[in-house]
């Protein structure tokens, strides 16, 4: 379609005529495709502009008397777009839906959370009718392995008519994104804009000296060669390692740095970081520290100092932002929410933002930096997701981060996303991306992540119990199966398998040709073919034995260690000699069933929690027994603290000597084959050398081509056989059930499953169906619910239902929870589907306060007895998802029953004070 007439795409021009700036290439060519009818995927960079063909994807909707959903994958970004749309297109026009929020929702104009949009869908609710245009924002969050399927869901599931613009990061499949998407949903046109309308420079920080990372490209030099770590940068750094081996080593050194760099300010002093960063013209900063704990160990360092970065009318517009957030707190609530050093820190022109700050706090940073009226912000990844908060430059003080489960460093992609909040369109010639550099940081390694510039999209897409539920109510089983092989999973799939099978064609022609050379090379040596054949494949057999022994043997040491830890009981001795937590142990609570068994113990340096098969080099042992009265409350500190004692005083060693596996049994057969290699005529035979790394060379391409086989015959089925056993769970709970026609169909009782989403859907299901939360006060079933959705921050899990304060309805309450959580996994077990993860108590004390109507004080201090230290953002979030579960219940079981009733007064005993006023 030609750019060049005005009158070609009437509703464009309308578009930019109310701009206030000329709109780019890609931003043109997207809104192009959309008015002619087209859906969209636009790629480009973070700050390039992608949601402008949102927002003209909005202003034709309206134009065109349709409906326009917004979508963004968290509630921070959903408000933010809402409040922008709202002064465009007016309160009449613009609404807000965010599970927990809910604002004008009949508007045209709707933003949500894309699960709100995922949840209509299934429920065919009646605000999908009318819908024109559906904007995606952060698309590629369909990767994210927790939350990524529904993306897929909201593509699959939406009526064709609907056009789709899909906005996402730099992804470097945004091709193979875009035929999947043209495949599901008709024509699609893919736009793919590479660059940054502000140039990201790039630099390291090295104690007070700022360095380019890269040579600056010679005049008349091919700009797309790769470019060359700065020389005086790497020179720089040598010479002061130099100076660091002069004065003890480097090694020593090194050490230092890292322990230094273990303290909870992680080793960089801010103040004069920030001091180097205002005199380079780099202000304002963006500091990205990938903990929560960090961020506040960096603010409190800048309060520590002398650091002030306003003049006293910017402290006063601070100041008026600042209550204007402040107004709907109770005033009671200041001291625990730490009020004063919060604004002390605004005053002064730098702040923290994270998950765990109030979100009040978290909006009021934002709109100060937005102003300007913040320099400096240390905050976690959480702030590179979309949210409008750009700034000059971006500091990463560490490369590495924790990703719930372990350290990992950083990807391009990751870098990127960070980094391209740097460079504010309209106000920075030029954007600055600012490393610290520490002896762990090389140079060359920050080059790579910031010259590779995008990440491929791989989907996360997996059938989940509500999701199994909800499609075959609507398309049934056969329909099902056909929309799991639409799903981009199944796509990128079938892409891999075309590649393995081209792999599998060219690597039997080589094995082929392999036969003939080996063939002629023997002939040549005068050696029978058919005899070194018979050698090197007894050779193979032995290798393939040896293997498959270490296998077995490996194996059925992890037997015996289940054995032994499934029969260990209360109050015996064992020893730990393998893993992170080593000594003499004392068994508080036997183990639980299944495959990984894990004792609850005690060691003799006080650690408790629970040990499992990877804790054992061979099986354990009982060394004695110590006494533990029946009555005593092992989750106690107190108890805990009589129990090292009496173990201390038992007399019981610890074996002595280095752990050794215990030798292997003989193997006959194994035996057997080495003594025909041994015997065999060409065992003896010399100058083979060159037959001998050609069978090689034919061996591990005969392994390539089984191995090739066996994955395209086993990857296009596997999510169908994921798919079959979550059905076949669902069919043993009776919540699907044959209908008479060889199909299935939902039950009654599967229509709650349905309305439950929730990583424990199937758990929360069960509860209802068992009757275990029935009678429950308002308050109790707040704190029974709040089970299946908290994940303690700790390693040990602690707060067991015995240690539970509170009254014996939800105590009892709890115990069923338990219960039922156990005969549910039996189920997910026989079927090898993932087991659901175990209830935790450590929100119940503090949620069945706050709904009692305690006060905040009172709510955080009784998280803090059960050993859970919540910060006013995390209890703020958790009372979210409480209330978000509890209205799931409400209208998931039938308006008459109890429950719902209970429900329906547990939220409204939740929803109030600081969590009432977060919610808007």
């Not at 200041?334 to 978290?362: E, I, K, N, Q, S």
């Amino acid at each position: 379609m030609s750019t060049d007439s005005p009158h070609s795409d009437p509703q464009l021009t309308a578009f930019t005529s109310r701009l206030s700036f000329g709109i780019d290439d890609f931003q043109r060519r997207a809104c192009e495709a959309l008015e002619d009818g087209r859906g969209v995927l636009v790629c480009a960079p973070t700050g390039a502009g992608k949601t402008i063909v949102g927002e003209f994807a909005v202003h034709l909707a309206l134009a065109e008397g349709g409906k326009c959903f917004y979508t963004t994958p968290i509630k921070a970004l959903s408000n933010q777009k809402y409040h922008d749309l709202l002064q465009v297109h007016g309160q009449e026009n613009v609404g807000l839906l965010t599970g927990d929020n809910s604002i004008n929702s009949s508007a045209p104009v709707v933003v949500m959370t894309t699960e709100v949009l995922r949840n209509m869908i299934y429920a065919d609710s009646a605000a999908l009718d009318g819908l024109s245009h559906v904007v995606m924002d952060e698309v590629h969050f369909l990767a994210d392995r927790f939350r990524g399927a529904v993306w897929e869901e909201v593509i699959l599931g939406l009526d064709p008519s609907v056009r789709v613009a899909s906005l996402s990061a730099t992804v470097s499949n945004a091709e193979e994104f875009g035929d999947w998407i043209t495949t599901v949903r008709g024509d699609t046109a893919v736009i793919v804009d590479e660059h940054r309308p502000v140039p990201l420079h790039q630099h390291m920080l090295v104690g007070n000296r700022m360095f380019e990372l890269f040579e600056r490209p010679r005049r008349g030099g091919d700009a797309k060669a790769k470019r060359q770590v700065n020389a005086d940068l790497s020179r720089y750094i040598k010479h002061r390692m130099l100076g660091a081996d002069a004065v003890g080593g480097y090694e020593d050194r090194l050490s230092r740095e890292r322990r230094r760099r273990g303290n909870r300010s992680g080793g960089v002093n801010r103040p004069r970081m920030i001091a180097n960063l205002e005199a380079e013209g780099l202000l304002p900063a963006i500091d990205f520290i990938f903990s929560r704990a960090g961020c506040e160990a960096a603010l409190n360092q800048c309060l520590r100092s002398d650091l002030h970065l306003l003049e006293p009318d910017e402290v006063a517009r601070v100041d008026a932002v600042v209550d204007a957030h402040l107004s709907e707190l109770a005033p009671g609530d200041a001291d625990v929410l730490g009020v004063d050093d919060w604004r002390w820190a605004l005053r002064r022109g730098f702040a923290a933002h994270h998950a765990g700050m109030l979100p009040t706090f978290r909006q009021a940073v934002e709109e100060l930096f937005s102003r300007g009226l913040v320099k400096v912000v240390f905050a976690t990844e959480t702030l590179a997701l979309g949210i409008n908060m750009p700034a000059r430059s971006v500091v990463l003080e560490r490369l590495v981060k924790y990703n719930g489960e372990s350290h990992v460093d950083l990807t391009p992609g990751e870098y990127t996303q960070l980094t391209g909040r740097a460079g504010r369109r309209g106000i920075d010639v030029e954007g600055h991306a600012v490393v610290i550099w520490t002896p762990e940081v090389v140079p060359d390694r920050v080059a790579g992540l910031a010259g590779a510039r995008t990440f491929p999209l791989r989907s996360s897409f997996a059938p989940e119990y509500n999701m199994a539920m909800n499609l075959i109510d609507r398309l049934g089983v056969d329909g099902s199966r056909a929309l799991l092989r639409r799903s981009f999973a199944q796509f990128q799939t079938d892409r891999s398998i075309v590649g393995q099978a081209r792999r599998l064609d060219d690597a039997t022609r080589t094995l082929r040709k392999l036969d003939a050379e080996l063939d002629a090379a023997a002939a040549r040596r005068g050696v029978d073919v058919e005899r070194f054949t018979e050698y090197v494949g007894l050779r193979e057999e032995i290798r393939r034995s040896e293997r498959a022994q270490r296998f077995v043997r490996r194996v059925d040491g992890e037997h015996a260690v289940t054995e032994e830890l499934s029969a260990l009981s209360r109050g015996q001795v064992i020893s730990v000699e393998a893993g992170r937590h080593r000594g003499l142990a004392v068994v508080l609570e036997a183990a639980w069933k299944g495959a990984d068994p894990k004792p609850l113990v005690l060691l003799d340096d006080g650690w408790v929690g629970r040990i499992g098969v990877s804790d054992f080099v061979n099986p354990p042992a009982v060394l004695g027994e110590i006494r533990i009265p029946k009555k005593a409350d092992t989750r106690s500190r107190h108890a805990r603290r009589e129990i090292a004692s009496a173990l201390a005083k038992s007399g019981i060693e610890r074996p002595r000597g280095r752990v050794k596996k215990r030798a292997a049994e003989p193997n006959v057969e194994l035996d057997g084959l080495r003594r025909r290699l041994r015997t065999h005529p060409m065992h003896k035979a010399s100058g083979l050398d060159e037959l001998y790394r050609m069978s090689e060379r034919r061996a591990r391409v005969e392994r390539d081509v089984v191995s090739l086989e066996k994955a395209v015959r086993e990857r296009t089925s596997q999510l169908e056989t994921d798919f079959d056993a979550v059905v076949a769970v669902l069919v043993e709970l009776n919540y699907l059930e044959a209908d008479g026609e060889g199909s299935l169909r939902v039950t009654p009782t599967g229509t709650v499953l349905r309305r439950i989403y929730s990583e424990s859907d199937l758990l929360v299901a069960e509860c209802i169906r068992a009757g275990v939360w029935n009678g429950l006060s308002p308050s109790d079933l707040a704190a029974v619910v709040s089970s299946v959705l908290f994940v303690s921050r700790r390693e040990s899990y602690g707060a067991g239902v015995d240690s539970m304060p509170g009254n014996p309805a939800m105590r009892d309450a709890l115990t069923g929870t338990l219960r039922v959580w156990e005969a549910t996994n039996r189920v997910q077990e026989r079927h090898g589907v993932v087991q659901t993860r175990e209830p935790d108590t450590g929100f119940c004390a503090a949620v069945s306060a706050w709904a009692s109507g305690r006060t905040l004080r009172e709510a955080l201090g009784a998280a803090t007895a059960q050993g859970n230290q919540l910060s006013p953002g995390d209890f703020v979030r958790w009372n979210r998802q409480v209330i978000d579960l509890l209205e799931q219940i409400r209208l998931g079981v039938d308006p008459a029953d109890p429950l719902a009733g209970a429900a329906k007064r547990a939220v409204s005993g939740v929803r109030r004070g600081v969590v009432a006023s977060e919610l808007g």
